[in-house]
């Protein structure tokens, strides 16, 4: 697969997922949160204000995610797949990942102690940590093995 082929699925499939991110964020969470906050009985809870900022201040981390890999998806497709600039980024998405599960994973505990949500909820919204500290460790090695071919291509580049 030519690099440029590579690069425009890749901004395709950021921008897939961008559009997935808006639709959660902007029309499951709310409605999802306020059909459980009612119960049924047609009276808001008032837990549910503070859940649905909890849960819509997750949106900044992902959002700034998206922008950076498509900035990597740029340099890619102008053939700096393995550039310092990208390690950097990878970096940061790393670290993103790490403070936006840490504190997905903290207000999840404060809503269990303060009893505003159940423990099956809980453990759904484990997955959900486990899979944010998985893509940050994803992004640490990437990051790594990208300075490192980063490195190398410099190296490269001089000896020529």
């Known amino acids: 697969m030519k690099q440029k082929t590579?690069?425009?699925?890749?901004?395709?499939?950021?921008i897939g997922v961008a559009i997935c991110a808006a639709i959660v964020y902007a029309y499951i969470v709310p409605h999802f949160g306020l059909e459980l906050a009612t119960s049924g009985k047609g009276v808001i809870s008032p837990k549910?204000?503070?859940?649905?900022?909890?849960?819509?201040?997750?949106?900044?981390?992902?959002?700034?995610?998206?922008?950076?890999?498509?900035?990597?998806?740029?340099n890619i497709s102008r053939n700096r797949s393995f550039c310092m600039e990208n390690a950097r980024l990878l970096a940061i998405i790393s670290i993103l990942a790490a403070v936006g599960t840490f504190y997905f994973f903290a207000g999840n505990v404060v809503f269990v102690i303060l009893k505003?949500?159940?423990?099956?909820f809980f453990v759904l919204n484990m997955l959900v940590c486990f899979a944010g500290f998985a893509m940050s460790v994803a992004a640490a090695a990437l990051s790594?093995?990208?300075?490192?071919?980063?490195?190398?291509?410099?190296?490269?580049d001089l000896t020529i």
């Open 6 to 14: 590579l690069a425009i699925m890749l901004m395709v499939v950021i």
């Open 48 to 74: 549910y204000l503070p859940w649905l900022v909890f849960t819509s201040l997750t949106a900044i981390p992902v959002a700034i995610v998206l922008i950076m890999s498509f900035i990597i998806s740029v």
């Open 116 to 120: 505003m949500h159940t423990g099956g």
């Open 144 to 156: 790594h093995y990208a300075r490192k071919a980063a490195a190398l291509k410099e190296q490269a």
